[in-house]
């Protein structure tokens, strides 16, 4: 889809070199991963958490004009849902294609259901626009 | 390298900066960069998680 995923952690290149061949878990890992062990690029996004030295579980979306388009940050304890982060990145590219329409919480992917030219038109009347 | 704190805003303008990398494809190190990205014209992810050697 044209798009690039870059892992970042305050580990450092090395550690991650040494993961990567350790954990076969991650023998289909493609993407590169990025070493952030100042903390400068996390507290940018604000998931470095002071206490831990440590970055919270936050995934950020960024389009080619370096616009930030979707974040969401979690705590220690709660995974991320791959599927989510496919549904808005599809979101994003659909959208920036077809900028007169707007994706609601139930589009999944091309073909499902948007909201076109949301307006006064539409302002009380989104189930009805819904339906169509 | 901008010394951003705390976040930014949905709609900003993303700092530029720059990251060293280990490469899986290249086998080797290299650096991940916001303008390069802006540049090449491609969408980026930037997926943050605690700590290698643990349980993502």
């Known amino acids: 889809m044209g798009c690039d995923i870059v892992t970042v952690s305050t580990d450092t290149q090395f550690v991650h070199l040494a993961w990567k061949k350790s954990e076969k878990e991650l023998a289909n890992v493609r993407y590169p991963m990025a070493a952030d062990p100042t903390g400068t690029v996390s507290r940018m996004f604000g998931v470095y958490d002071d206490a831990t030295g440590l970055a919270l579980r936050g995934v950020f979306i960024v389009n080619p004009e370096g616009t930030l388009l979707n974040a969401e940050i979690n705590f220690y304890n709660l995974g991320r849902n791959i599927d989510e982060l496919l549904r808005k990145f599809k979101a994003n590219i ?36 819904l339906q169509v | 390298m901008a010394a951003a704190c705390c976040g930014l805003k949905l709609g900003a303008k993303v700092p530029d900066f720059q990251l060293t990398t280990y490469d899986p494809v290249k086998d080797d190190f290299g650096t991940f960069s916001m303008q390069e990205q802006i540049n090449n014209k491609r969408w980026t992810i930037l997926f943050f998680y605690p700590a290698d050697f643990t349980f993502v």
């Open chain 1, 94 to 129: 659909y959208m920036s294609r077809k900028t007169n329409e707007v994706c609601p919480s139930k589009w999944k992917d091309e073909g499902d259901k948007t909201l076109v030219n949301p307006g006064a038109k539409m302002v009380g009347k989104v189930h009805e626009a």
